[in-house]
């Protein structure tokens, strides 16, 4: 079975603080994502990444930034949170080529920014 | 572009009577439908998915979807529920290696 972790279910921050958030997949995935989910507004993609090195922004990336160095490893980072950054945070992944598939979602991070 | 709409944000049902969930979507490109699930405090997990073939899909849990091209849907149906079934059901398009999601519709399945 495909697993993705995330490195934490919650977490509470301060405003201004630099935050990161992991996501590991085990799958040997070359598509992540990074998605927000707050009520009545569902998913909304922050940033995803195709390959290694690779970005590119989703529909809402002011705030955020990613890295990934590693194929199995995705990163976003708020630079600077704010309390409008306040949300659950969801890490996916699925195979890239040939038709779309599925995609893999870990836990989600309850992140809330005071 | 792809676009989704859940029309229904809540939808409360009795147990064990039927339940339709449903989503309409838009795309000038050939589409690919999912469903997914998401119970209390956890993440979300496909019930089923239309890539083409038969426009009857069934998923996970008994629940099956219809992909209907002339009226742009894909409604989600299950002939009874169970309180288990409470969950947030959200439908989506795939764009290019993108999911597009609609807002969610939260079955409420009372005893």
């Known amino acids: 079975d495909v697993k993705v972790t995330q490195s934490s279910r919650y977490l509470v921050k301060r405003t201004g603080e630099k935050v990161f958030l992991e996501c590991v997949q085990d799958?040997?995935?070359?598509?992540m994502f990074w998605y927000r989910q707050d009520p009545g507004l569902g998913l909304r993609l922050i940033y995803f990444s195709y390959d290694v090195k690779m970005k590119e922004k989703g529909d809402i990336p002011e705030g955020y930034s990613v890295s990934r160095e590693k194929k199995e490893r995705f990163s976003l980072i708020l630079e600077s949170a704010s309390t409008n950054q306040t949300s659950m945070y969801l890490c996916a992944s699925r195979s890239a080529g040939g038709p779309p598939d599925t995609q893999y979602f870990g836990p989600g991070t309850r992140l809330t920014v005071l | 572009a792809q676009s989704v709409t859940q029309l229904d944000s809540q939808v409360p049902v009795f147990e064990e009577a039927p339940v339709e969930l449903r989503c309409n979507y838009s795309?000038?490109?050939?589409?690919?439908l999912f469903w997914y699930v998401q119970y209390p405090n956890q993440g979300l997990q496909l019930l089923l998915k239309y890539l083409s073939g038969s426009t009857l899909v069934k998923g996970i849990n008994g629940f099956e979807a219809e992909f209907n091209k002339s009226q742009t849907s894909f409604h989600l149906r299950k002939p009874s529920v169970h309180i288990s079934d409470t969950a947030e059901y959200f439908c989506a398009v795939s764009a290019t290696n993108k999911l597009i999601f609609g807002t969610g519709t939260l079955l409420a399945v009372q005893p």
């Open positions: 799958m040997d995935h070359e598509n």
């Open positions: 795309s000038s490109v050939s589409v690919y």
